[in-house]
């Protein structure tokens, strides 16, 4: 098939397929005598799965190496539950930042609620972020 109708059907763009083709998550395929690419109809699957792992949060790189290992004929899914407990620990982590940084900004805004501007002095830089 060609690289439009393989496009259409994984729900990505030619320029995408291009892509994932040159980073190696998709094989070069056989060239028609016209020298198009004629790719066989699993490429399809694959760019699927590319599109699903890259919103499941994978890198570019992760799923390549999921990919290697699904084409040296062995299951990936030990490698994939990794991959998974990592982004989740990783998430985790971010929505703790995140939760602390939203209450440091809940204080600061209820200390700028309170605080005049006319007792400002010109050796405060900000009372609100600095306050003494």
């Known amino acids: 098939m060609r690289i439009g109708e393989l496009a259409a059907r994984a729900g990505v763009s030619t320029k995408a397929v291009r892509f994932y083709e040159q980073a190696g998550l998709l094989p070069a395929p056989p060239r028609t005598p016209g020298g198009y690419r004629d790719y066989p109809p699993r490429a399809a699957d694959r760019l699927a799965f590319v599109r699903d792992a890259q919103a499941a949060g994978l ?12 084409d040296d004929g062995q299951a990936p899914c030990g490698h994939v539950t990794a991959l998974l407990a990592d982004h989740l620990h990783a998430v985790e ?3 703790a930042e ?5 209450a440091e900004l809940l204080r600061l805004t209820g200390t700028a609620a309170a605080t005049d501007p006319a ?12 306050p003494r």
């Open 98 to 102: 995140l939760t602390r940084a939203r």
């Open 93 to 95: 982590q971010r929505i």
């Open 59 to 70: 890198t570019l790189g992760e799923i390549r190496e999921v990919l290697r290992i699904r």
């Open 119 to 130: 007792t400002c002095t010109e050796d405060d830089i900000c009372r609100i972020l600095s």
